[in-house]
């Protein structure tokens, strides 16, 4: 380890802080990208829109609460007025700063060597990738909430059987419903006492989340 103890002795107290900065922060967004590829990423506490259960909705005839296009939903995040709702400042977007400020003030600074210069290029681009996190999980947070709606769609509409749903919500079996002139496959679970076989007819009665249906005998 002597080559490492030569090679920090030879930074100066500048580079030093940035390293410092800048490993912990990679890692931690290695681990990040990780856990996320790996289906252990965690949006954060967030309300679901798609279940249903114990909801009345109120009645509306002024002919804006029926949601026909999935692309009536949200807004576009160019509007600087959406930021707030991107969630700017989360961890996964400041770690993301923290880490690409502190290797592009590295790799500036050691092309300039002036500290100021440095500075403003890293917070420049650190600040731009944490806005493209931002906006990314923006995106994915919209494109979830407008599958709940395409869900919600079939409440009450009926569709067979694909794979055998256990009783008792038990576990879950899959149903297919028609789409106009094709079929779609959905999760379904059943709160019957009875287990609803393949090529069984049912009913929508519910949606809970992850877009998973609640069915009945039809």
Not at 117 to 134: E, H, K, N, P, Q
Request: glycine fraction near 12%; hydrophobic fraction near 45%.
């Amino acid at each position: 380890m002597e080559w490492l103890s030569t090679w920090w002795g030879s930074l100066d107290l500048f580079t030093q802080i940035l390293y410092c900065v800048s490993i912990p922060s990679t890692l931690i967004l290695l681990i990040q990208t990780v856990l996320i590829i790996m289906g252990f990423g965690d949006g954060g506490p967030d309300v679901n829109l798609s279940d249903t259960s114990g909801i009345d909705l109120p009645d509306c005839d002024c002919g804006m609460c029926d949601v026909t296009d999935v692309s009536d939903v949200g807004g576009d995040i160019a509007n600087p007025a959406d930021i707030g709702a991107m969630h700017l400042f989360t961890f996964q977007g400041i770690i993301t700063f923290l880490c690409v400020f502190s290797w592009a003030s590295i790799l500036t600074y050691m092309g300039c060597q002036l500290i100021p210069v440095a500075l403003i290029v890293g917070f420049v681009l650190g600040a731009a990738a944490m806005f493209g996190v931002a906006k990314i999980i923006h995106l994915m947070g919209r494109l979830a909430q407008n599958g709940n709606i395409v869900a919600r769609k079939f409440l009450g509409e009926t569709g067979t059987v694909y794979i055998p749903i256990p009783a008792n919500a038990k576990g879950t079996g899959k149903i297919n419903i028609a789409l106009g002139e094709r079929y779609v496959e959905f999760e379904a679970v059943t709160e019957g006492a009875e287990e609803l076989t393949s090529g069984e007819a049912v009913r929508v009665t519910d949606i809970r989340s992850e877009n998973i249906l609640v069915v009945e005998k039809a």
